[in-house]
Each structure stands twice: as structure tokens, then as C-alpha cells.
Nanobody, 124 residues
Framework: QVQLVESGGGLVQPGGSLRLSCVAS????????IGWFRQALGKEREGVSV????????WYTDSVKGRFTISRDSAKNTVYLQMNNLKPEDTAVYYC?????????????????WGQGTQVTVSS
């Protein structure tokens, strides 16, 4: 019943853009912190961006600052990750996750709900 579903991944050329979506069902994203994580082949999963619906704060890992933007559409119970000026090193499976918290949480161990992931490939 409780589910997060990511979509919007695909193949894009360097410098291109993608918008990932994370739709929550079975619960509302209100009062939750929503994080985007990614895992490249052969590497550990890392935090990319976090949005806190509780206090409105956001967080981005240094490598995506100025290029990625996280946002939420409350009416659609959906969180987005707008990715601009994509680079080959952004290639990874991207996951959204959610947990109840008062502010941004960057540790994946703290997240309760996880999506199935969507593949992003940046290549020429």
C-alpha cells in the first residue's frame, strides 16, 4: 500500500536535461523529508538532494549544486528532481526515499520508504 515510484530516467547527451518524478501512494508526503539518492555501477549509493516539507529547507551534494533542483507538488503528492547540464558522471540509478523528520536528512539509513529506482544515462 505504501509505495514510492520513480520515473523520468533515460538516455541523454552531456549538457542535456531530465526531470525525475517520485509519486507517493498510500501516504502523504506532508511532514516528510524526501531525498534523492543515486548509485553508479560499482559504487556506493550517495545522497543527491533532499527536501524537507516540514521546514522547507533543501540540501544538495556539492557535485550537483547549481545544476539540480528539487521541488514538490503537494496536490500531486509528487517530488521532482530537475537535472540540468548533465554530465557523464551523473550516470546512475536514481532513487527517491522518504522519512518523517523535522529537517533535511542526508543519511540513507534514516529513510523509511524507498522507490524502485530509475536509470539515468548521460552519454554522447
Amino acid at each position: 500500500q505504501v509505495q514510492l515510484v520513480e520515473s523520468g530516467g533515460g538516455l541523454v547527451q552531456p549538457g542535456g536535461s531530465l526531470r525525475l518524478s517520485c509519486v507517493a501512494s498510500g501516504f502523504t508526503l506532508d511532514y516528510h523529508v524526501i531525498g534523492w539518492f543515486r548509485q553508479a555501477l560499482g559504487k556506493e549509493r550517495e545522497g543527491v538532494s533532499v527536501f524537507s516539507s516540514t521546514d522547507g529547507k533543501t540540501w544538495y551534494t556539492d557535485s550537483v549544486k547549481g545544476r539540480f533542483t528539487i521541488s514538490r507538488d503537494s496536490a500531486k503528492n509528487t517530488v521532482y528532481l530537475q537535472m540540468n547540464n548533465l554530465k557523464p558522471e551523473d550516470t546512475a540509478v536514481y532513487y527517491c526515499a522518504a522519512t518523517l523528520a523535522w529537517t533535511v536528512v542526508t543519511s540513507e539509513d534514516e529513510y523509511k520508504y524507498w522507490g524502485q529506482g530509475t536509470q539515468v544515462t548521460v552519454s554522447s
